[in-house]
């Protein structure tokens, strides 16, 4: 199993411009999960999906969208770029039964955004 | 929202020194993990402890969850340059199920 892949590896865009973050996982999960990471901020959650069809916004919404289309796809959408959304943005994903109890997510390798 | 407030925020030792990192939180949570991440890699789970007092050991790590389940210690004992990394605290509780990390605990071992 190759867990949960992220393309690209890396990418600069220029504001306004827009891109998509493409992540998938191949663990039959279906929970997943769109972070982004700041230097000295931890992980803040933008978007997650709980199965196919499924999204619901997180702490950081604000300039992404997302769709799940499928079980295992799972992309992030910025239209519009903006200089605040340099960051590193982490996809994650894990298989839960309801909502409560333990929760172990498997995290991709990131995406190294800069916008200038 | 939960806060995690992880302290201290950077830590440089020497190989084989004993350390500690916090995790601590005014709300009570149904379970916390810790994961550390490597430089340019995403966050890799650690341990998940859900039980009041709770030990866990894995190696030469060993977690420990507050009575309370508001906090949490992570101790790594002798330190070694593969330890080095950031290490995060995440917590989930009450009716909000989406996990919340901390900023994250900076260690660097040298040898």
């Known amino acids: 199993n190759a867990g949960v892949t992220q393309t690209p590896k890396f990418r600069i865009l220029k504001i306004g411009q827009s891109m998509t973050l493409q992540c998938t996982q191949d663990m039959n999960h279906n929970y997943m999960y769109w972070y982004r990471q700041d230097p000295g901020m931890g992980l803040k959650l933008i978007y997650y999906?709980?199965?196919?069809?499924?999204?619901d916004k997180g702490e950081v919404p604000n300039g992404y969208n997302v769709s799940r289309s499928t079980t295992e796809d799972f992309p992030l959408r910025l239209e519009l770029a903006a200089p605040s959304q340099t960051s590193v943005y982490f996809c994650?994903?894990?298989?839960?039964?309801?909502?409560?109890?333990?929760?172990?997510?498997?995290f991709g390798p990131g995406t190294r955004l800069t916008v200038l | 929202t939960q806060l995690l407030e992880q302290s201290p925020q950077f830590l440089s030792i020497q190989e084989g020194e004993n350390l500690t990192v916090y995790c601590n939180s005014s709300?009570?949570?149904?379970?916390l993990q810790w994961y550390r991440q490597e430089p340019g890699e995403g966050p890799v789970l650690l341990v998940t402890?859900?039980?009041?007092?709770e030990v866990k050991k894995l190696k030469r790590l060993t977690f420990q969850f507050g009575d309370a389940r508001k906090d949490s210690s992570l101790h790594i004992t002798a330190a070694q340059p593969g330890d080095t990394g950031l290490y995060l605290c995440a917590a989930m509780g009450g009716s909000n199920y989406k996990l919340t990390f901390g900023k994250g605990t900076l260690l660097t071992v040298n040898p």
């Open positions: 999906s709980v199965g196919a069809g499924i999204t």
């Open positions: 994650a994903s894990s298989y839960r039964l309801g909502t409560g109890g333990k929760d172990t997510q498997y």
């Open positions: 402890v859900v039980t009041g007092g």
């Open positions: 709300s009570v949570f149904s379970s």
